[in-house]
């Protein structure tokens, strides 16, 4: 019995090992897209700043398109988990007798505060960079 224990522990050690390979892959990916798209609009951020908006008001623009992006991921990805919840259950009780309960509420806010954690780091780097944008005398300057 000790031996089962042991390997229903080292199966949720490696679970949360790729659940954390994963959430950094996910954080540099979606990092990267959003500083490329932020570098290829920097014309256009300039622009708006020059047509008078405030700072606050790019930088939320940056803010969503990470929002979203991340959103749609997360999103996506808690409905995929909780429509193979039920069979992953199941598997798990048919082969190892594990009774393993329904995922509950926490998982959902766990993963929209990873969610919103994501989103916050990824943001940071993309909107530095449109902070430190200046119009001067209506030439754009990077």
Not at 27 to 46: A, D
Not at 55 to 81: D, K, R, W
């Amino acid at each position: 019995m000790a031996n089962y224990v042991a390997q229903i522990f080292d199966v949720r050690l490696i679970v949360h090992g790729v659940g954390v390979a994963v959430l950094l892959t996910l954080l540099l990916v979606i990092g990267n897209v959003m500083v490329y798209s932020v570098r290829e609009r920097v014309g256009e951020f300039t622009l708006l700043k020059a047509l008078g908006f405030s700072n606050l008001s790019v930088l939320g623009l940056v803010v969503a398109e990470a929002a979203v992006l991340c959103a749609v991921g997360g999103a996506g990805g808690l409905l995929v988990a909780a429509a193979a919840q039920t069979q992953v259950l199941r598997y798990f009780w048919h082969h190892f007798g594990v009774p393993t309960g329904a995922v509950g509420d926490t998982v959902w806010l766990e993963g929209l505060a990873l969610i919103v954690v994501l989103v916050s780091a990824v943001s940071v780097v993309p909107a530095g960079r449109v902070l430190r944008l200046r119009t001067l005398g209506g030439q754009i300057s990077r």
